[in-house]
């Protein structure tokens, strides 16, 4: 009889978790996977990139139709909402998307173990009365939504961004706490359907992390679409009554407060890894300052057969880095070599226009050493202009010596297709040069990203 049940037990089927299930058992290994969700996939198919994708396409044609973007092409049409039809194709996209997951766990003999899993010892967790013994266990359990303090989340008044895709009716005013990633897209969607939107964010600049320039165009391009932004501004204290709710802020600095009317408020300041109740204890493994999970350029833990990947370890909470880290981490396990270039991982922002970017930002670049950057706006980039999509810009950064690309940021509408080829530029250590002299389709919005190369060292030619 085999010494444990499995060779490998993922805990937690989102992109991190069914992905290394999928892939190690792809490599022969014997496999099954815990998930205490009804569906599989995770945040990112349940509550999070997909259902928010889907509102935010879904709100966009609205928009173009309710603005009079259409009319000025000639689509002369007055939109109609039916918010259950817009939802209710949303649940659909995820129903399709969790299911596709259900199938492929089959078509690759992956068993579902359904239950929240705890670990009993460093090869073996409980679900339900249930023991399961692995050789292998890797801890793929992601993160949930930071509280903010004195801050009730009702899911009705006060909503996290998984009460903020179900909303059923457009909130007439809608406070956001946190100009993060969730907070523009999800304001996006709801402000596009007719919401006064205003976001309060305590820094003095939205999205935190992205370069500076991208920062501030973010700003003006979200407060042209009638956002309000409170930057540099923090909440004291939220109450509801009668169904609405009363914001309290104030200069983050300190100084004079206001308040705030709103019928939805919705908090998103931020995620934090999901380790609580997962038995850390029992197997000796301890948290970093960030609650996250350590792990080694293997994703090996401190615990001999203990793996981690995801959220729930350090690095961006973005799906696509947990699906990379879920197949090296399968890898890794059956021998192979497993590599996760955290260099090279791009961040889309999916608004309109769309804010990507991967690499160094240029403030984190200079800091580094002498580098060179080519700027290039989207406004004289023709299919940009022909679309009437003329927010935005390319930004390349280079090295001053060497010509490497440290890093690229978009503004465009579809910036986060174009981040792709940067991405891959740079994963194969590209100079802007090699940008530059590639042939890019036109008219393609891409064309923007060659333009931007050929400014590192020379002229762009359409500015
Ligand atoms: P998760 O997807 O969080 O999956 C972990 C799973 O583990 C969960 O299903 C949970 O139920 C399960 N679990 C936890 N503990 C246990 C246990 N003890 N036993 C059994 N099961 C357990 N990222 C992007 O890259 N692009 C986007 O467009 C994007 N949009 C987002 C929009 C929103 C609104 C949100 C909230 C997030 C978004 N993200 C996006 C982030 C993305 O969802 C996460 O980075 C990604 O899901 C992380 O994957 P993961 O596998 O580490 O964890
Ligand atoms: P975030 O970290 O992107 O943004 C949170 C924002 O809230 C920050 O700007 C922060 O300064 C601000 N903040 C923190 N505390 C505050 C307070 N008390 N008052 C006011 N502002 C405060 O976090 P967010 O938006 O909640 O998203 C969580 C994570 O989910 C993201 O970091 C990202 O990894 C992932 N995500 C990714 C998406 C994508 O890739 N398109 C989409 C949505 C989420």
Redesign the pocket.
């Known amino acids: 009889m085999a010494e444990y049940d499995y060779d490998v037990l993922v805990?937690?089927?989102?992109?991190?978790?069914y992905v290394a299930a999928i892939r190690a058992a792809q490599l022969g290994l014997k496999t099954a996977c815990?998930?205490?969700?009804e569906t599989l996939?995770?945040?990112?198919l349940?509550?999070?990139?997909i259902p928010?994708?889907a509102m935010l396409h879904a709100s966009e044609y609205f928009y173009a139709a309710a603005s009079g973007e259409m009319a000025k092409m000639g689509v002369k049409v007055t939109p109609e909402l039916d918010l259950d039809a817009m939802h209710g194709q949303r649940r659909d996209s995820v129903k399709q998307l969790t299911g596709g997951i259900e199938f492929l766990f089959k078509k690759n003999k992956v068993d579902w173990i359904k239950?929240?899993?705890?670990f009993a010892s460093a090869h073996s967790v409980k679900v339900g009365d249930r023991t399961v013994t692995a050789k292998n266990i890797v801890i793929?359990?992601?993160?949930s939504?930071t509280p903010l303090p004195g801050v009730t989340v009702d899911q009705k008044v006060v909503v996290d961004?998984t009460g903020a895709?179900e909303l059923d009716k457009v909130p007439g005013k809608l406070v956001v706490i946190g100009g993060g990633?969730?907070g523009l897209?999800?304001g996006s969607v709801w402000g596009r359907l007719g919401a006064q939107v205003t976001v309060v964010e305590y820094l003095d600049q939205l999205l935190p992390g992205m370069d500076g320039d991208v920062r501030k165009e973010a700003a003006k391009i979200f407060k042209k679409q009638g956002m309000t932004l409170k930057l540099a501004t923090k909440v004291t204290g939220v109450t509801v009554k009668g169904g609405k709710a009363t914001v309290a802020v104030e200069p983050a600095a300190g100084g004079a407060g206001e308040t705030l009317e709103a019928d939805v408020v919705l908090v998103a300041i931020g995620?934090r890894p999901?380790t609580e109740?997962?038995g850390l204890d029992a197997i000796g493994l301890a948290v970093n300052a960030r609650g996250q999970i350590e792990t080694d350029h293997d994703f090996a833990t401190k615990v001999p057969g203990v793996w981690a990947?995801?959220?729930?370890i350090p690095g961006p909470?973005?799906?696509?880095?947990?699906e990379d880290e879920?197949i090296a981490v399968a890898e890794n396990i059956a021998g192979l070599t497993g590599i996760v270039n955290h260099d090279v991982i791009p961040g889309?922002v999916?608004t309109m226009p769309e804010f990507a970017g991967v690499g160094l930002t240029e403030e984190q670049a200079r800091e580094k050493g002498e580098i060179k950057v080519g700027k290039f706006p989207m406004l004289a980039n023709s299919r940009a202009k022909t679309n009437h999509q003329p927010d935005g810009f390319v930004k390349v950064i280079a090295d001053a010596k060497t010509d490497k690309v440290l890093g690229v940021w978009c503004v465009a509408s579809v910036a986060g297709t174009m981040i792709a080829q940067a991405a891959q530029a740079m994963e194969f250590g590209a100079t802007s040069e090699d940008i530059a002299y590639t042939c890019h389709a036109h008219p393609t919005h891409s064309e923007a990203i060659k333009e931007a190369a050929m400014a590192v060292t020379g002229k762009p030619i359409h500015i």
């Open positions: 805990i937690g089927a989102g992109p991190g978790g815990a998930e205490s969700r996939g995770g945040t990112c349940n509550v999070g990139c928010s994708k239950g929240r899993a705890t793929a359990t992601g993160s939504v961004s895709l990633v969730i897209e999800l995620r999901n109740g997962l990947i995801g959220d729930v909470m973005l799906a696509h880095k947990a879920g889309v999916y």
